[in-house]
Nanobody, 118 residues
Framework: VQLQASGGGLVQPGGSLRLSCTAS??????VGWYRQAPGKQRELVAG???????SYKDSVKGRFTISRDNAKNTVYLQMNSLKPEDTAVYYC???????????????WGQGTQVTVSS
């Protein structure tokens, strides 16, 4: 499956963006959104199971919302109240949840840059 990520951009602190991750086909996978800031490791920000159960990194809880539209093979990441520390390249991934743990698969979107700055 191929994943296409989009929706990044430059936004002021406190602003919002919605990222989209569209798959080339309905794979029924769980999906995770990761981010990687310069000089830092890639980290899981939010994930959603094929059944729609979501989970979040503590630092984005209450600000980010992950959702999916299976009819469109698309997973969204709505990001509100953005902070400069949210600046990173955001990637989507098709993987698997085992319990509460997300295991990334081999399929990654190309990444979309999110910059939060005044």
């Amino acid at each position: 499956v191929q994943l296409q990520a989009s929706g990044g951009g430059l936004v002021q602190p406190g602003g919002s963006l919605r990222l989209s991750c569209t798959a080339s086909r309905n794979s029924g996978d769980d999906v995770g959104w990761y981010r990687q800031a310069p000089g830092k490791q890639r980290e899981l920000v939010a994930g959603i199971t094929s059944g729609g159960v979501s989970s979040y990194k503590d630092s984005v809880k209450g600000r980010f919302t992950i959702s999916r539209d299976n009819a469109k093979n698309t997973v969204y990441l709505q990001m509100n109240s953005l902070k400069p520390e949210d600046t990173a390249v955001y990637y989507c991934n098709a993987g698997t949840y085992v319990g509460i743990y997300y295991y990334p698969g081999n399929y990654w979107g190309q990444g979309t840059q999110v910059t939060v700055s005044s």
